[in-house]
């Protein structure tokens, strides 16, 4: 069994920053990649940023040029550090995870259940 657990969100105020944590557990042989989705209310879930278990950042369109993924793997830990928040930014982060998984050896991909970040004055 494996599973993430986000951390990290809370109330910032527009310009601000935030740094979301993601830690990985259970019976990890690779991590593949993992990043960050976002859902507001009202609207559909969207690509945030991943990176894989090499390094390589990928990045959507909300995240270019204001946030930065880094990942440490002997902590099974992805970071999101957000910075100059909008209002627009406001939602529920989710933590997505594709790994491979020992024991047996198998492809998964898990969720987390999200932390909330408010970016209000």
């Known amino acids: 069994q494996v599973r993430v657990v986000e951390s990290g969100g809370g109330l910032e105020q527009p310009g601000g920053s935030l740094k979301l944590s993601c830690v990985a557990d259970g019976k990890i042989s690779k991590i593949v990649t993992m990043g960050w989705y976002r859902q507001a209310p009202g609207k559909s879930r969207e690509f945030v940023a991943s990176?894989?278990?090499?390094?390589?950042?990928n990045y959507g369109d909300p995240a270019k040029g204001r946030f930065t993924i880094s990942l440490d793997n002997a902590r099974n830990t992805v970071y999101l550090q957000m910075d100059r928040l909008l209002p627009a930014d406001a939602a529920v982060y989710y933590c997505?995870?594709?790994?491979?998984?020992?024991?047996?050896?198998?492809?998964?991909?898990?969720w987390g259940q999200g932390t909330l970040v408010t970016v209000s004055s």
């Open positions: 997505n995870l594709d790994l491979i998984q020992r024991d047996p050896y198998k492809y998964l991909e898990v």
């Open positions: 990176i894989t278990g090499e390094g390589i950042p």
